[in-house]
């Protein structure tokens, strides 16, 4: 990651995107963990003290922004990281900061997920860059990942306005080889000068000053992008082109490279300020243009709108005439068909083969996510569900929210525990408006440490401001789980594994206003149960912290106990561990349950659920 | 000069899927290729289906393969050899480890697997020509019980026309994969390679 100017290495798109911070001379780097943006971070996090860097995890996407607002006001640059949803989150922020002026550079990373490898929204983006008027580089490769960050750095500090970077989960998390190029020194600058006319706005009149300025920095830029980013390659003489962006590129690449098809390229790599001259080189000689990209017409219908400025006919093929989809990630065969539309070729289609195909995949059993062997959500959820049978209640007549990470899992068979899942935090608003709305049943929200520090303390206040009875169920792991254990403030660490003072969520829930709060340990059944039970009958807020490490985390600092044992002559073969638990280090051997020695972690959920007391473990 | 050559890594979360991709990747990398490794992270650990898609040479652009163009399909997993049959075609070379990861709903009764015969059988009426290999058990009695992922690919390199050298795989399985592990891995490659050495 150090390597100097010229070496070549295979790197992942996010670690481009690191290395191009590197390169940059980047003074801190911070984000909020989002798959697929998680690796910048974690990558920056282990070569920062060799760097020079300050790398930090934030605990959400808006306090990462802020930071970053602060360093570039600070006179320093500063790499800003999250995933689409996270850009959400820092929108108020990053809208505000856009209408001032930076004396640090200041880039913004900010990673999309078509075709929903992580779950969420397949939201795009790119319209982002029309709302909050920013310069926007949209990456195909990790070459260009790395590229991006450095360029990025040079348009913030020369026109003095954040510039946002935006891959895609196939870009972020697929490799290609990178060209290193110079690790830059840069010097820090001195802080900003106060001027409240820049750096504020309070008053509509700066404002006004501001957005014009705004647009005018942001279409300054189009030179520049059509040289550094965008391509166009047009003979003349060719009537067909295609304008593509993103990861579509490479499958653009691959069809024209397979088809030997002669059409006019445009590669788009600046979605703001589009490369406007060259669009309009492009549409002024072709006369069928195909617009290539994923998820939204965001390019397509400005290429429309160019063309209606003209008096010329070009028909435009993309999604609106369903050339191509809105929904799923794009690949090769989807982008074949639409150049071979564009060219008037011939797909050639064997239907006999994809009938094989079809009918070979169709053996494949699904393979659902179950929580891991050793997880403590696994406790959370049985006692939660044993409680409200307890107190007479059907599973269907107690309305849990789930939350975004690893406690949503428990919407699974066999737990089918969580009815909905909105957004970080949302859990215990929603269990408040629940309540508002007159629902008289007890209603739980389940949510996980590292999602209650992002978005889940104002609703707690809430909660208890308003004297809402609902029961605020913290299953606490201590690290965020989903994205790969990045540390958060219940850890104990810091981003460079540096040991912090915890901060503990029933001293904030306590601070909050909520009076009820009980700590229990998830792989306690009873007092787990018994702590669910007392907060569903409380007639006020409670809160409840089930707390044990993850699982794959304690194994990996050797803290999991030994595997659990079946006793043959005791196992009826009931399978009722195997059925209420869903654990994968369990087997089933001649009608017995058996537990994997590898995989078990020795909980010992199975040995307190067990009928027969077949089972010994959990000596933990 | 290779032109381009489609490697799909079909496995279950945990197996090692990821890791054989990062090996293949780093010894085409040392042999001067150029490369195109898509896939995607996160369901890794947990037991889901895992696809690693690894492309070499110069015609290698989108990180994807093309449906029906796959030439060497390393399968970790029976099942997961036929649930990415979408890339297959008559040219690939398909590599099963027969030990099969059941979900649980087919452990409880409530869903179906297949059998490797109904497997291959399918995988055959594409046109693929298949190698059965016992990786899980080569990798145990070669007292490398976390190794069946390099089992298989030194199956792979039993066929005579892998693009890739001798030379780079055990460099990259050095330089890839940590040290303390890295004679397991050594045997079990070796245990792989003769499985399907002519």
């Known amino acids: ?620 | 000069m290779v032109k381009e050559h489609n490697i799909l890594i079909s496995s279950v979360g945990g197996q090692g899927g990821i890791t054989l991709s990062r090996v293949i990747a780093n010894a085409a990398m040392i042999q001067g290729l150029n490369i195109r490794v898509g896939e995607t992270l996160g369901m890794a650990q947990r037991g889901g289906a895992v696809q690693s898609h690894v492309r070499l040479g110069e015609d290698a652009h989108g990180s994807i393969i093309p449906s029906g163009g796959a030439d060497v399909l390393l399968a970790l997993e029976p099942s997961e050899a036929a649930r990415v049959s979408k890339y297959l075609g008559s040219q690939t070379r398909v590599i099963i480890n027969t030990a099969p990861t059941y979900p649980i709903p087919v452990m409880l009764g409530q869903a179906a697997y297949p059998s490797l015969d109904e497997i291959t059988g399918a995988l055959e009426a594409i046109g693929c020509e298949i190698f059965v290999v016992d990786a899980s058990r080569i990798a145990r009695e070669t007292e490398a019980p976390r190794s069946l992922n390099i089992a298989v690919l030194g199956a792979y390199m039993a066929l005579s026309e892998a693009v890739l050298t001798e030379d780079t795989v055990k460099e990259s399985l050095r330089k890839t994969l940590p040290a303390r592990y890295l004679e397991q891995n050594l045997r079990a490659y070796e245990g792989g390679r003769q499985a399907l050495a002519i």
């Not at chain 1, 849990?400 to 009815?419: A, E, K, R, Y």
Request: aromatic letters at 4%; hydrophobic letters at 40%; a negative charge.
């Open chain 1, 1 to 620: 990651m150090l390597d100097e100017e010229g070496s070549h290495k295979l790197l992942m798109g996010n670690e481009a995107v690191a290395r191009g911070a590197i390169e940059a001379g980047v003074h801190v780097a911070v984000g909020y963990p989002g798959t697929p943006s998680t690796e910048v971070i974690e990558t920056l996090s282990r070569y920062a003290e060799q760097a020079g860097m300050h790398v930090e995890w934030a605990v959400n996407e808006k306090v990462a922004f802020d930071i970053g607002a602060g360093v570039s006001y600070g006179g320093a640059r500063c790499l800003v990281t999250m995933k689409s949803a996270g850009l959400n989150v820092a929108s108020d922020s990053i809208v505000s900061v856009a209408y001032g002026d930076l004396v640090g550079g200041l880039v913004i990373y900010v990673a999309d997920d078509p075709g929903l490898h992580a779950g969420m929204e397949e939201e795009d983006s790119r319209v982002f860059a029309a709302l909050s008027l920013l310069p926007m580089l949209d990456v195909s490769d990790s070459q260009e990942s790395k590229d991006a960050v450095v360029k990025a750095f040079e348009y913030s500090e020369q026109h003095s306005v954040p510039v946002i970077v935006r891959s895609t989960s196939r870009v972020a998390h697929g490799k290609s080889p990178v060209e290193t190029g110079p690790i830059q020194k840069v010097p820090r600058k001195p802080h900003l000068a106060r001027d409240i006319s820049v750096f504020t706005r309070a008053s509509p009149v700066w404002c006004k000053q501001q957005h014009t300025r705004l647009i005018e920095k942001t279409k300054a830029l189009v030179p520049s992008v059509e040289t550094d980013f965008n391509r166009l390659k047009m003979k003349k003489g060719q009537r067909h082109g295609v304008v593509a962006s993103g990861v579509s590129w490479n499958y653009l690449m691959d069809a024209l490279s397979r088809h030997g098809v002669d059409v006019a390229t445009l590669k788009i790599g600046s979605v703001n300020p589009l490369p406007v001259n060259q669009l309009r080189e492009l549409i002024g000689q072709v006369d069928r243009l195909l617009a290539v990209e994923e998820l939204e017409p965001y390019i397509e219908l400005r290429i429309k709108a160019m063309v209606a400025d003209t008096d010329r006919k070009v028909k435009v093929l993309g999604k609106q005439d369903g050339t191509l989809p809105s929904v799923g990630e794009y690949d090769y065969d989807l982008v074949e068909e639409a150049v071979l539309k564009l060219t008037g070729g011939e797909k050639r289609c064997d239907d006999e083969l994809a009938a094989r195909q079809a009918e070979a995949s169709s053996l494949a059993p699904r393979r659902s996510l179950p929580f891991c062997p050793g997880c403590p959500h696994r406790g959370s959820y049985i006692a939660l569900n044993q409680a409200i049978k307890e107190l007479g209640y059907k599973q269907d007549e107690v309305i849990v929210t789930g939350d975004i990470g690893c406690t949503i899992l428990g919407m699974h068979p066999p737990f089918n525990s969580c009815w909905n899942e909105v957004s970080m935090g949302a859990s215990i608003g929603v269990t408040i408006g629940l309540k508002q709305a007159g629902v008289e049943n007890p209603v739980v929200a389940t949510i996980g440490d590292s999602t209650f520090f992002h978005a889940g303390m104002p609703p707690a206040v809430n909660a208890a401001w308003g004297d809402t009875p609902v029961v605020i169920a913290v299953l606490d792991n201590e690290i965020t789980g989903m994205t790969g254990h990045q540390p958060n403030p219940a850890s104990g660490y810091n981003a460079l594994r540096k040991p912090v003072p915890r901060i503990k969520i029933e001293e904030i829930l306590g601070a909050a206003g909520i009076k009820k709060i009980k700590v229990v340990d998830p792989f306690d059944l009873e007092e787990s149960k018994e702590a669910f039970k007392e907060a569903l009958q409380h007639d006020g807020p409670s809160a409840i912290v089930l707390r044990r490490m993850c699982a794959l985390v304690a194994r990996r600092q050797r803290l999991t106990g030994p595997p659990s044992h079946v006793d043959g002559e005791k196992c009826t073969g009931c399978l009722h561990c195997v059925r209420t638990l869903s654990c994968p280090a369990m087997e089933i051997r001649e009608g017995k349950m058996e537990i994997n020695q590898n995989t078990c972690e020795g909980c010992g959920l199975c040995a307190q659920i067990c009928p027969f007391q077949a089972i010994e473990g959990g000596d933990q």
